[in-house]
């Protein structure tokens, strides 16, 4: 297990730019995938977008790709999730989440940070 301490997130209008950051405790991280998952009311968690340590390779949801950008940060351990032209629609909590592969990445192995609150008004 990995602990994952998420900052950012808050309320802004539709247009503008929010910047979530996870900070992941395990030194051995070379060797997780890494992502991002969200929330909305009402709905079931889902995929956003995550990133391989190893390799940085990344692969994003349809309806954030164009808009957001994930990113690692090597000496920092640390995930970063850049999101521009926020909808209404993004408004969700957002969730850090580490696996050892992306096939369990969002499933029983999963360690996940405790969210944070992003909130897009129109």
């Known amino acids: 297990q990995v602990r994952l301490v998420e900052s950012g997130g808050g309320l802004v209008q539709a247009g503008g730019s929010l910047s979530l950051s996870c900070v992941a405790s395990?030194?051995?991280?070379?060797?997780?995938?890494m992502g991002w998952f969200r929330q909305a009311p009402g709905k079931e968690r889902e995929f956003v977008a995550r990133?391989?340590?190893?390799?940085?390779?990344?692969r994003y949801a349809d309806s954030v790709k164009g808009r957001f950008t994930i990113s690692r940060d090597d000496a920092r351990n640390t995930v970063n999730l850049q999101m521009n032209n926020l909808k209404p629609e993004d408004t969700a909590v957002y969730f850090c989440?580490?696996?050892?592969?992306?096939?369990?990445?969002?499933?029983?192995?999963?360690?996940w940070g405790q969210g944070t609150q992003v909130t897009v008004s129109s």
């Open positions: 989440a580490a696996s050892s592969s992306s096939t369990t990445l969002g499933h029983d192995s999963t360690s």
């Open positions: 395990r030194r051995t991280i070379s060797a997780y995938v």
């Open positions: 990133i391989s340590w190893d390799d940085g390779n990344t």
